[in-house]
């Protein structure tokens, strides 16, 4: 097996750089001549903009422009739409807001940008942002989506209704009534998924440049894919996408973030084209908390319904998803179509009816977060299935083997209409089972209540719907100095992609991995690019790399024939070289990609360079899988949580790279036990956000997480050459259901059936505290 190939733990590349503090980030990056940009922004959640007054500003000393909405809708600059397009129950279009990078004649949340002053300094800038003087009458506000559609509820916008975007709608009606109907069992729970942060390390930047003989604009920022980016800033600004280059470096973290477009690199562009110089925008960290989008947020009821011996008949899911203040993007998504797709997991459920509401709220918007849907739609699976065990009286465990798909099942079509190609659900669960020494836990339990501590355990079983591989692009370039080149349109912002990607090329084409290159972060160089996230990075681009190293070998076995002077047909592939069969005379793809670049006197009908670059058309969906089991303990006391167990076994087919996966598993459960335990956007009643800070939100440290507990067993995908399933939202989407579930086994002996997350020792306090009482949770 090869050190460097597919299947080794190679450390990454990408690592040293990092460590020794020479990451190029983008704020790290300056252009002669520069100036800054500041927003200013709205410091009530709604209301009326009546003057934004900018006089004395302009006079201050260093400032170059200060510009509203106006300026911008004036020079062209078009709306923010949804890239996501859905219809409603009744057929309708989703309703699009209106949003502009500036505020026009409303506001409608704390932080909406109103105003952008650019200076020859930061000093400078920030002084007048805050000498503008915006005038705003305040409208009555509303939070919380259930009372946001209600009849009389404050509209954030007049032509939406109900501030209702999307009533959305998948499933049968009348066959899910029929099942309820006819069930044996019917088990209910309310249950909320929490606004979450994102906080990625590094904060949004950009370094914009405009040439006015060129009328080329180019755009440094942190993003997850410079393609689909520049496609989306050449329609704001109004033109034609090749006269936008977006660069991208090193990238601190995203985590669905940094997908699409935000209203300040806008304002960053246009100010440098007015201007004829370059301007650069760095948030600071306050301002993240309400300017950057937030995650998860949605409300369910949900109901299952069983037979007589615990079957599954009908999974019903109504509720809302809390798009904050405007449609972003993905808004829409993670609370309908991802819901669908998810909630079934890897269950047989022969009735699925999912009604879900995207409502607009004063809040900060929502966009994509780690997962987008699918921790929620397994989320409301396995927190339905343990309350059905409580109900029904049938083990947990037994009550999910009992309705697993089985191999011998698959292809397994769906309610979502997707069919799963591999896995083996139930053999992954008892190996989990056994690895978490589940035998042993009711003595363990037994342990900590004689130390005034509740114990539980959480299963969490899931199978999630990737993105699937978008249509991609792969190049391979044999380079001068003895490199090669590798060229795609996902990009790395932290998942070890040059390592990773590294290794399946050496693999398929034995080049020395210390050879390899990868090139993401130029848009000019990338032909079509899809972008990383949805865990289809290594689906796409490994795809994409596969199918252009087929065309490198059989462009190389012409190729070798005319420098070994044999017949193409005696040409053979192996272990990197090109040999003529039966005898010892060969060539490595180095040397000949060497040969090919330098000779003046290959035949007019045989290529003239082994270089490829292709446009590969996505394969499938892949569905990875799981089974995590945590343990928790909870002081009665105080009701302080403590995660002291953590095992898991998964399922991402092909493992490219065990360290690296691993790495990717840790700290999706992280992620898990910060939204669990202690995450959450607070905002009081008149829409400031009360956890602004890191001193008032509480992010997941290195104390929170145990030592994890790993186990892999992989079922290689059926949709793509290299079997991969993709791993990037995995950790998280185990981690929901695993922690939950344990929180509330550790106080189901008081009597407690749900709590909210985050399950804060405040609230397990407060439930302990009313169990006793005799008051039902």
């Avoid at 948030?283 to 300017?291: K, Q």
Wanted: charged letters at 20%; aromatic letters at 6%; glycine letters at 10%.
């Amino acid at each position: 097996m090869m050190k460097f190939g597919v299947g080794q733990p190679v450390p990454r590349t990408e690592d040293p750089v990092l460590l020794r503090g020479q990451g190029r980030y983008t704020d790290d990056i300056s252009a002669p001549d520069q100036v800054y940009l500041v927003m200013v922004r709205s410091p009530v959640a709604h209301g009326l903009i009546r003057t934004i007054d900018t006089a004395h500003a302009r006079t201050m000393p260093g400032v170059l422009g200060i510009w509203t909405a106006t300026d911008l809708r004036q020079a062209g600059l078009g709306p923010f739409t949804s890239i996501v397009s859905l219809q409603g129950r009744d057929g309708t279009p989703f309703r699009q807001p209106e949003r502009w990078a500036l505020a026009t004649d409303r506001v409608r949340y704390v932080g909406d940008p109103v105003a952008c002053v650019a200076a020859v300094s930061l000093t400078a800038a920030r002084d007048a942002a805050e000498a503008v003087v915006v005038e705003i009458d305040q409208l009555p506000v509303v939070f919380d989506p259930a009372e946001a559609v209600r009849p009389g509820a404050p509209l954030l916008f007049d032509d939406i209704p109900n501030n209702t975007v999307l009533d959305f709608h998948s499933g049968d009606s009348a066959r899910t009534e029929a099942a309820f109907a006819a069930a044996a069992h019917v088990v209910r729970l309310s249950l909320a998924d929490s606004r979450i942060i994102i906080n990625p390390m590094e904060l949004r930047s950009c370094l914009a440049t405009y040439d006015p003989t060129a009328d080329h604009w180019t755009l440094q920022t942190p993003c997850q894919g410079v393609h689909a980016v520049r496609n989306e800033l050449a329609t704001l600004l109004g033109t034609d996408a090749a006269r936008v280059t977006v660069l991208t470096g090193h990238v601190g973290g995203s985590f669905g973030m940094r997908i699409s477009m935000f209203p300040e690199p806008l304002c960053a562009l246009y100010a440098a084209r007015a201007l004829g110089r370059p301007v650069k925008w760095t948030e600071e960290r306050t301002p993240s908390f309400v300017s950057d989008t937030h995650g998860r947020a949605q409300q369910y009821n949900a109901a299952l319904a069983l037979d007589a011996e615990g079957r599954f008949l009908a999974l019903q899911i109504e509720g809302y998803g809390d798009l904050g203040a405007y449609l972003t993007a993905y808004g829409m998504l993670p609370a309908t179509r991802s819901i669908v797709i998810n909630s079934c997991s890897m269950y047989r459920l022969p009735v699925l009816d999912v009604a879900m509401r995207c409502v607009l709220t004063n809040k900060s918007p929502v966009g994509a977060y780690r997962g987008a849907g699918r921790p929620e739609g397994n989320y409301i699976m396995e927190r339905l299935i343990d309350e059905a065990a409580r109900l029904t009286g049938i083990d947990r465990i037994e009550l999910r083997r009992r309705n697993q798909v089985t191999p011998a099942e698959l292809p397994y079509k769906a309610q979502s209409g997707l069919v799963y190609d591999s896995g083996d659900f139930t053999g992954l669960m008892e190996e989990a089972l056994e690895a978490a020494d589940v035998t042993g836990f009711e003595a363990r339990r037994a342990d900590a209540s004689t130390r005034g501590r509740l114990r539980g355990l959480g299963i969490g079983c899931f199978l999630e719907a990737t993105s699937g591989g978008t249509t991609e692009m792969g190049a391979i370039r044999f380079e001068e100095n003895g490199t090669v080149t590798i060229i795609t349109g996902t990009l790395d912002y932290g998942q070890g992609h040059t390592t990773s990607i590294g290794q399946i090329v050496s693999s398929h084409l034995g080049i020395p991995f210390d050879l390899i290159r990868l090139r993401q972060g130029n848009s000019d160089e990338i032909v079509f690019g899809g972008g990383s996230g949805g865990s289809r990075s290594m689906i796409s681009s490994g795809t994409a790399v596969i199918a252009a190293g087929n065309e490198v070998i059989e462009k190389g076995r012409l190729l070798a024939g005319w420098a070994l002077e044999a017949d193409t047909r005696d040409i053979e592939f192996s272990a990197g070289r090109f040999g003529v069969v039966g005898t010892d005379r060969m060539i490595s793809v180095i040397e000949l990609g060497r040969k090919v670049r330098e000779a003046r006197d290959i035949p007019d009908d045989l290529p003239k360079t082994l270089d490829v670059s292709l446009v590969n058309e996505g394969p499938g969906v892949t569905f990875p899988n799981g089974c995590h089991i945590s343990e928790v303990e909870i002081d009665e006391a105080t009701g302080e949580v403590e995660v002291v167990s953590y095992v898991m076994v998964n399922d991402i087919g092909t493992i490219i790279n065990p360290l690296l996966l691993e790495g990717q598993l840790h700290g999706g459960v992280v992620q898990g036990i910060g939204q669990i335990l202690l995450e959450n956007a607070v905002f009081d009643e008149n829409g400031q956000l009360l956890s602004g800070s890191f001193m008032d939100y509480a992010m997941p440290r290195a104390d929170h997480a145990p030592r994890f507990v790993v186990r892999h067993r992989p079922q290689p995908a059926k949709t793509n050459p290299l079997g991969v399933k993709g791993v990037g939202e995995a950790g998280c989407t185990g981690s929901l259901s695993s922690l939950m579930n344990a929180v509330v086994d550790a106080l189901s002996p008081l009597g407690v059936r749900n709590i909210d997350m985050p399950a804060t020792p405040e609230r397990i306090w407060q439930a302990i505290a009313a169990a006793k009482s005799g008051q039902i949770q």
